[in-house]
């Protein structure tokens, strides 16, 4: 089977020209990323939005290559991992990651192989803001990734990141002073470092930043890896 037929084979009881115009359709829809890799982690299906979003490439095709030749050893590991427990149990999952500074969420779902075929997992990825993303899905295991890739945000300090983080959850300096149990001076002077670092003074736009990238607290002490974007 195809890699084109599996994924039709994703579209439910539709079948014929309308499962091929239904698949059509939905690869192309903006801003949503879809993939079919195997369980030993080969792309094997890719659409532009999937490549912009996590391979800063939306020409060129990285089908026939394997995650861990592509992205940071530890988080190439983790997808591995997680590709694995979708083959193994069945079972569909959501993670919820930051790539390249933004928030995304993607969801994983094994596709039923045939004839003793490798299984095949279809991803399926959005960017989204805010930092309850999560209440938005139903049915799956929510995982939370180990990783970061903060994009332009890495400039900043663990303190900084979550400094952004709240601003981006709508609190005022004195607001996060009282939450960090610091003074206003030195939560104002976290403020103006984070503005010089990312080249915006203006805290509305920072705020947009943090949302954008759907910072939580937590983020800032998980570990950082650097997305270098690979060769076609």
Aim: net charge neutral; charged share 25%.
């Amino acid at each position: 089977m195809t890699a084109d037929d599996r994924l039709l084979s994703a579209t439910g009881p539709f079948e014929g020209s309308a499962a091929a115009a239904l698949c059509e359709a939905f690869v192309k829809v903006p801003g949503v990323g879809i993939a079919l890799v195997s369980g030993k982690g080969e792309i094997l299906y890719e659409n532009e939005e999937i490549r912009k979003m996590y391979l800063d490439a939306p020409q060129g095709g990285f089908v026939g290559r394997r995650i861990p030749e592509l992205f940071p050893p530890d988080w190439a590991q983790e997808r591995l991992r997680l590709l694995q427990r979708v083959v193994s149990t069945g079972q569909g999952l959501a993670l919820r990651e930051v790539w390249r500074g933004r928030q995304i969420l993607a969801t994983m779902r094994p596709i039923p192989s045939e004839g003793g075929e490798d299984p095949v997992v279809l991803i399926i990825s959005r960017p989204t803001e805010g930092s309850d993303p999560l209440s938005t899905l139903d049915g799956f295991e929510v995982v939370e990734s180990a990783f970061v890739e903060l994009g332009d945000l890495s400039a900043l300090t663990p303190r900084e990141l979550v400094v952004l983080s709240l601003l981006g959850q709508g609190l005022t300096l004195k607001e996060i002073a009282a939450t960090l149990h610091r003074s206003f001076k030195t939560v104002d002077n976290h403020r103006s470092a984070i503005g010089r670092k990312l080249n915006q003074t203006d805290r509305l736009m920072l705020a947009r930043l943090a949302a954008q990238a759907g910072l939580r607290v937590d983020d800032a002490h998980l570990e950082r890896v650097k997305f270098k974007p690979p060769s076609t």
